[in-house]
């Protein structure tokens, strides 16, 4: 099915007989908002159908429908091709399907075994929980899918790639015959994404139906058959993965292509602003350096466990390096809390944004306001019109998609929780803004907006050292990358010596041989 971007409300295909799961005509609509418009899915045995789009979509709402959490408006659903009601997610679990949330819904005291059947407890013949069996029934369902975790073990001792793992157990317990993948590689390494991948190719050759949702289009290139887009609750088509590329799908969810993603950078390099000498931490990196200058994109770039992260956290105060020199403005500098780089004008955008840059319960306008409580105070009091006045000047200036300055972080798509901590920045009038993964999580539309406001800000003569995993990204919007490999600089390029093959040599790990000659 092949519709122009100008044909936002596609027709449904002809209905197929055999399908797992089907849903027709699926409307939903909350006060103001029509989230889903006449969606249709379909989804064959033993499949991996990609479901895609941006943040607001209308994904996370038509999982809900199919899971019981929302009742649709208008449309029907059937599985095996009788009609049925998704009253509640006890029916829909009853029912054979099974979901796995990106923030999963661990019980982290409890132990694996626990977890597993949780709700769907194993009884003996006394009518009372037999922990014996529970045990040997985890350890079978673990052994299925290739894993040795321990089903004694506690679960929050896990990584989160186990924790997958184990959340795939838990609805392979419960008899799932659909299983629905929310973001399932969003806080995975490669390797453990790799790991994950084999998983659910198991999964598909035993006959589980898989609907898979990811913002990464590596892992729909990789596991999926099919693929469906919606954008702005509306079905745009569906395609078989082998007739697509990037390029279309990103045309498909977004409206533009892909080449559009990335803006011109046009802002002339200034004066030095950051410098970083010889900066070294036990166990994480060693004789790092580089200089950041105004107007300037700095790239800092590796594998993961590199030691990217510690190092912008060392400059930044959240951990101290054991030597080296930092220099802002050509003076040293050395920070031993956050907030004291904040006033010297250099902030962080940390990797993990609900963690550790949001209050995500708290307002837009209050998580704003953090940075510059002096500034909205009168008399000692927190004078709440600043607050609303600079939540909704954020809001305008970084173009947040919400109500209005009183929504809550956490009713946020992740690509305006990232704007959000974007405006903490700004707030604290920072001049040096380090962004550790910005993109991360994000759809492509608001990947789109963050690069937009980064050149933005380059323009305005902000220093910006960005860490990133993402190649494309790298290339892209910086003008030199740091190379970092195995906690050391490996090499730092100008835009004019970028190649895809030439950063990853660099990135790649050392040979035996080559650690001892160097």
């Not at 789009?53 to 209308?58: I, L, Q, V, Y």
Request: net charge negative.
């Amino acid at each position: 099915m092949d519709k122009t971007n100008n044909d936002l409300k596609s027709a449904h295909p002809a209905r197929e007989k055999g399908l797992v799961l089907e849903a027709v005509g699926i409307t939903k609509i909350f006060p103001g908002v029509k989230a889903l418009d006449d969606v249709y899915f379909a989804l064959r045995p033993g499949e991996i159908h990609a479901l895609i789009g941006e943040n607001g979509a209308g994904k996370s709402t038509f999982i809900k429908v199919l899971t019981g959490i929302h009742q649709p408006d208008a449309g029907k659903i059937y599985l095996n091709g009788e009609q049925v009601e998704m009253t509640n997610p006890l029916v829909s679990r009853r029912l054979g399907i099974a979901a796995i949330h990106q923030h999963l819904a661990a019980y982290p005291h409890l132990t694996v075994a626990e977890n597993i059947f949780i709700c769907n407890e194993q009884v003996g013949k006394t009518g009372f929980i037999s922990w014996r069996k529970t045990q040997q029934e985890a350890k079978k369902l673990l052994a299925s899918l290739g894993s040795d975790i321990s089903p004694g073990q506690i679960m929050g001792e896990l990584s989160v790639a186990q924790q997958q793992v184990v959340e795939i157990a838990k609805a392979l317990s419960q008899d799932a015959r659909v299983l629905i993948m929310d973001e399932p590689t969003a806080a995975l390494s490669r390797k453990e994404s790799e790991e994950l991948y084999e998983i659910v190719r198991g999964l598909k050759d035993k006959g589980t139906s898989v609907i898979l949702i990811s913002h990464r289009l590596e892992d729909t290139f990789t596991l999926a058959d099919r693929v469906s887009v919606l954008r702005d609750g509306r079905y745009i088509g569906t395609w078989d993965i082998k007739d697509t590329n990037s390029a279309m799908l990103v045309n498909y969810m977004v409206g533009r292509s892909i080449d559009q993603f990335f803006p011109n950078k046009t802002a002339p390099i200034g004066e030095e602003l950051l410098k970083v000498e010889n900066l070294s931490q036990t166990g994480h990196f060693r004789d790092v350096s580089f200089t950041l200058h105004s107007g300037e994109i700095l790239a800092l770039t590796g594998l993961v466990g590199a030691g990217r992260t510690e190092v912008v956290e060392a400059i930044t105060g959240v951990t101290r390096p054991d030597s080296g020199q930092i220099l802002l403005m050509g003076e040293p500098v050395s920070f031993s809390e956050p907030y004291q780089a904040i006033k010297q004008g250099l902030g962080l955008l940390p990797e993990d944004r609900q963690k550790q840059g949001l209050l995500l319960p708290w307002s837009i306008e209050d998580n704003l306001s953090l940075p510059i409580l002096k500034t909205v105070c009168s008399r000692g009091l927190i004078s709440s019109d600043k607050i609303r006045q600079g939540g909704e000047e954020a809001i305008r200036r970084l173009d947040i998609r919400a109500r209005g300055a009183a929504d809550t972080a956490e009713s946020l798509s992740g690509g305006n929780q990232q704007k959000v901590v974007l405006g903490k920045l700004l707030a604290g009038k920072a001049r040096i803004m380090i962004m550790d993964e910005p993109t991360k999580g994000v759809d492509v539309g608001s990947k789109a907006a963050i690069y937009q406001i980064m050149c933005d800000l380059a323009e305005q003569g902000f220093g910006i050292l960005m860490v990133s995993s993402e190649m494309p990204e790298v290339l892209a919007m910086s003008d030199r990358a740091v190379i970092m490999r195995e906690g050391r600089v490996s090499g730092i390029l100008s835009k004019e010596e970028y190649s895809p093959e030439g950063i990853l040599t660099l990135m790649m790990p050392l040979d035996k041989k080559e650690k001892e000659s160097a």
